[in-house]
């Protein structure tokens, strides 16, 4: 009797053990999703030729370490024609249901109602995977059009209640997508023709052979978790397994998260990642929020989910909201990227190689293909922040402070001056006036309050128009009697509001100065109340003192491998060279099961072997940067 209960149990473990592996190896986004995104390159611009030039040059050079998805952002659809950018409203291509459909300009083998397939059958023969960017709920123009809804089940026009239901009856007006307010609204989903209308997305989506889908606007300011769960449903019910990601993740929160990680393979958990410290300096609460929550690698679509930090902006890139692609190198210092790499792979974030692949450094390549790098990122666990370290640094904050003032002066310790964008009914915001200075050049400068009245004037220069094209020349006719102002010593790069920017770092109205071209972000105009106005966003400029954002100190996070190393990360997040320590005492308290008496110990980015690891491990580590090491105990 005992015996063949024994038997039973064995063979029921052999079968269990059986269908337990083939369900494993089909677990969806099992390890952190990889891959190729055009935003950071392209922003919006990028036509079918670059795309596939990119994706071949991943299948090349990339997916041998593990990129496998090659990635649209957002706009396929959009015309790229004068008049067209982020927020337009009327360059858009819908089809009779009022689905966006790629621009056949830009994507000529769309021609005809064929939509992504033939870019994803080129994908899929580079042995890639095919992915694109989908905005939330409906566009504006389908829902000012309003078009009639598709039934996917009927192939005809959705009919419920002996009623045919168009665009204005599932669009919600109220609700626009919080960064692109003329673009998108959200649908009601409490309606069957609001469902009817995703559903018609989604399966459009899959019968073009797409296998990630970056789902945005629905997600940390933006949340929509009744669409997010209606489009989990739809995508579990097709047969196809596609990798489902959210965004922005602007004030994403681990309580959020929770409500939909498991409907989902990986969401974003911040703003958009821009290639500055700040930003980079802004993912370090976050991951470690999400680590202690547990979330990293937790249940998700058919498998896991994971805390998305976004693309990595390295490389050859271009710049947020703009019209042009891509056309200088990421400005993070070698220690800043590092140290970007090194968080994403200790966080075990998806990686998303942002900048264009036909310009490719060798220096980027190696930074991204690292294999210490990829191999924590994939398969590390018990990945969290680590507390026990000391930083020691002997040079002081001038230097930094200065760098972030850029031309304004400092009032206070903790305290700078930031000019950035605010309200133009806030009354701070009435400093502004007209000036020449002794070459008569025009100036605006601002008028301190009695409070920093000891400061030189801040002024800005009156930049000349630079005319290149007809385009320009229109442009420049629009723009009469506008400003365009430039910086002091810094001629060619013109004030500009950054509002199309979804900020990670909390420098919310920091402005900043992006080469000079004919673009309304860039015009401004005096108001006779000393106000200066944008006149893209209507928000006016002004000068603040903030309190320094860039958060300073050590950090440092801890992680152990499939073989039972250990990894150990310190970062300096100061401005200056710092020697950062912890003790073999302080070790245990992270892994107590670990002896740490007997380690070797070798940092990964120098090579350099640390030899057997006594009491402490100290390394000296540049500004900005970090130090990797493996514990091998
Ligand atoms: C961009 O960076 C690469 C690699 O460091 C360098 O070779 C190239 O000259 C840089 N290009 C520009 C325009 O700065
Ligand atoms: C080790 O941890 C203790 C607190 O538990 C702390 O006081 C000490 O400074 C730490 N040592 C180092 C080198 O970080
Ligand atoms: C300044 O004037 C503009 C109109 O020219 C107005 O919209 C704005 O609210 C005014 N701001 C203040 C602070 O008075």
Wanted: charged share 20%; proline share 4%.
């Amino acid at each position: 009797m005992d015996n063949n209960i024994d038997k039973i149990m064995l063979c029921f473990f052999f079968i269990f053990g059986f269908l337990s592996k083939s369900v494993l190896s089909e677990i969806h986004a099992n390890t952190p999703p990889r891959g190729w995104n055009s935003y950071d390159s392209f922003c919006w611009t990028i036509s079918e030729e670059e795309f596939l030039h990119n994706a071949h040059l991943i299948s090349e050079k990339l997916h041998a370490h593990g990129y496998e998805y090659a990635v649209v952002d957002y706009l396929w659809y959009r015309k790229l024609v004068p008049g067209a950018y982020v927020d337009s409203l009327g360059f858009d291509v819908i089809d009779e249901w009022g689905r966006v459909i790629p621009d056949p300009g830009r994507w000529p083998s769309s021609k005809g109602g064929k939509g992504f397939s033939e870019v994803a059958k080129k994908v899929h023969d580079m042995g890639l995977k095919f992915g694109f960017h989908v905005m939330r709920g409906i566009s504006t123009q389908a829902v000012n059009a309003n078009t009639p809804i598709l039934d996917v089940t009927t192939g005809k026009a959705y009919v419920e209640s002996g009623k045919v239901w168009h665009a204005k009856d599932i669009g919600i007006k109220e609700r626009a997508c919080g960064w692109m307010k003329n673009g998108f609204m959200s649908v009601d989903t409490s309606l069957g023709a609001g469902r009817a209308f995703l559903r018609s997305l989604y399966h459009q989506y899959a019968d073009w052979g797409v296998d990630f889908l970056k789902h945005d606007c629905v997600f940390g300011d933006d949340f929509e978790p009744e669409e997010i769960k209606v489009v989990s449903g739809v995508l579990k019910g097709l047969n196809r397994p596609i990798v489902y990601s959210l965004s922005p993740g602007t004030s994403a929160t681990p309580a959020m998260a929770k409500q939909i990680a498991p409907f989902v393979n990986m969401y974003r958990v911040t703003g958009d990642d821009w290639d500055n410290w700040g930003d980079v300096a802004a993912h370090f609460d976050v991951s470690r929020n999400f680590a202690t929550s547990g979330m990293i690698g937790n249940n998700g679509l058919l498998g896991n989910s994971w805390p998305d930090l976004d693309m990595l902006p390295l490389g050859w890139l271009t710049d947020p909201g703009v019209n042009v692609g891509p056309h200088r190198n990421s400005s993070l210092t070698l220690d800043e990227q590092k140290t970007q790499m090194t968080l994403w792979s200790m966080a075990r974030s998806p990686l998303m190689f942002g900048g264009d692949m036909r310009n490719l450094d060798d220096m980027t390549y190696k930074l991204i293909t690292n294999p210490t790098i990829l191999e924590i990122n994939a398969f590390s666990s018990n990945n969290k922040e680590f507390p026990y370290i000391t930083g020691t640094t002997h040079q002081s904050l001038e230097q930094d402070l200065k760098f972030q003032t850029r031309n304004l002066k400092e009032v206070g310790e903790s305290e700078k001056l930031v000019l950035g964008i605010s309200s133009c009914h806030d009354p701070e915001a009435k400093g502004w006036f007209l000036q020449t200075d002794d070459t008569n050049a025009e100036q605006v400068c601002w008028r301190w309050g009695a409070k920093s009245k000891k400061l030189e004037p801040f002024c800005l220069y009156k930049s000349e128009p630079t005319l290149q094209s007809d385009e320009d020349v229109n442009h420049n006719e629009k723009y009469q009697g506008k400003l365009h102002l430039h910086a002091r010593n810094r001629e060619g790069f013109c004030f500009d509001t950054s509002s199309k920017r979804r900020l990670t770092s909390k420098e919310h109205k920091r402005a900043s100065f992006l080469p000079c071209r004919p673009d309304a972000n860039q015009m401004w105009e005096l108001s006779y109340n000393g106000t200066l106005v944008n006149s893209y966003s209507g928000s006016c400029a002004s000068i603040k003192a903030m309190k320094a954002t860039s958060p300073g100190g050590v950090r440092s996070w801890i992680a152990t491998g499939k073989k039972g190393e250990v990894y150990l990360a310190y970062f300096n997040m100061n401005p200056a060279r710092t020697v950062i320590s912890t003790t073999v005492s302080n070790l245990s308290k992270a892994f107590p099961n670990i002896n740490f008496g007997s380690c070797s110990c070798k940092e990964v980015w120098s090579g350099k072997d640390y030899g057997s690891l006594r009491h402490s491990l100290s390394a000296s580590v540049d500004s900005h940067g970090c130090a990797l090491f493996i514990l091998t105990c």
